[in-house]
């Protein structure tokens, strides 16, 4: 399967539907990106300037921080794949937040979603 379609595009084409997904859901902005600082080591400054240099998502996940130690805890299927047999690295990190953004959506409790 040929990803570098994903990995090519901007997080900051893909995160405002991250919003618009869980603020129709009931949850808000802040939450989501609390999510995304756990997942990525990120903080609200280099958030937003990946967003403003419309950085790829290659990019996005290669500059983090850190990936959380708990992400190996996030399990469950996502768009057809379980996230904890993904076997390219890259592709598990997007799926990862996909997950994570569903959680929310879904009403699943933060502590639950941050895997506490």
Same mark, same amino acid.
């Given at each position: ?30 939450? *989501?990106d ?5 997942? =990525? /080591? ?8 990946? $967003?403003?240099? %419309? ?6 996940f290669?500059?983090?921080?850190? *990936? ?6 996030i =399990? /469950?299927?996502?768009?057809g794949?379980?996230?904890e047999? $993904?076997?390219? %690295? ?27």
């Open positions: 399967m040929d990803n570098s379609r994903v990995y090519k595009m901007s997080f900051a084409s893909v995160y405002p539907h991250y919003i618009n997904k869980v603020e129709k859901k009931g949850r808000t902005k802040q939450e *989501l609390e999510v995304i600082f756990w997942l =990525t /080591g990120y903080d609200a400054q280099t958030l937003q300037q990946h $967003i403003d240099n %419309k950085t790829n998502f290659e990019d996005f290669e500059q983090a921080p850190q *990936l959380n130690p708990n992400v190996t805890k =399990t /469950g299927v996502i768009c794949y379980r996230v047999q $993904i076997e390219d %690295k890259l592709m598990q990190k997007v799926r990862y937040l996909d997950k994570l953004v569903d959680e929310l959506a879904k009403g699943k409790a933060m502590d639950k979603i941050l895997r506490k």
